[in-house]
């Protein structure tokens, strides 16, 4: 073998040697990772790592459970070829309650429509109150020829409501959007 040779395979072992004990330095650094990451999480009362058995149990405190809201729920079409219902017409909520509820659209035509919906609420005042937190009303929604889909809406009143509503009719209404009617042909 040649000097250049020798030379080179020794610093390729070299070379190794440094690689193997950055590895071995950063698989260290990576477990101890672990017991700190429990601690910190545990010191910020993030309790993703700590055992169930050992978790203080989390209620909203934030839902009036003396108050009884009752919601009711109506769904149109305006002169859109669709069928929109919601799947139950009434439901009893406590103000701050997280709430999920299920609206069904049928487009009934052979081509595919887009329609955006737009909320409306009675008493009109409840409207500030009712906080939507995903609403198939946020974005357009483009049903193909005979598609029947499931949007559901998750919301929450505010317990801030004045206390002489009890009352509250969530209403939508679906309009088409124009220009976005799918082809007919």
Request: with cysteine.
């Amino acid at each position: 073998m040649n000097v250049l040779a020798v030379a080179q395979r020794e610093e390729n072992r070299r070379l190794l040697v440094k690689l193997s004990v950055i590895a071995a330095l950063m698989f260290g650094f990576g477990y101890a990772l672990v017991p700190v990451y429990a601690k910190i999480c545990e010191a910020m009362g993030l309790d993703s790592l700590v055992p169930a058995t050992t978790r203080q149990s989390v209620e909203n405190t934030q839902i009036d459970f003396s108050r009884t809201l009752s919601i009711e729920l109506d769904a149109n079409a305006h002169h859109l070829p669709w069928r929109f219902r919601p799947l139950v017409r009434h439901i009893d909520v406590h103000p701050g309650e997280l709430v999920t509820i299920e609206y069904e659209v049928t487009n009934v035509r052979d081509y595919a429509v887009t329609g955006q919906a737009v909320p409306s609420y009675g008493p009109q005042l409840a409207g500030q109150y009712f906080n939507k937190l995903d609403c198939f009303c946020f974005t357009k929604q483009t049903l193909a020829a005979g598609e029947t889909r499931r949007m559901p809406v998750v919301f929450l009143i505010d317990p801030k409501l004045p206390s002489d509503v009890n009352t509250i009719t969530l209403s939508y209404t679906f309009f088409e959007v124009a220009g976005l009617k799918g082809d007919k042909s």
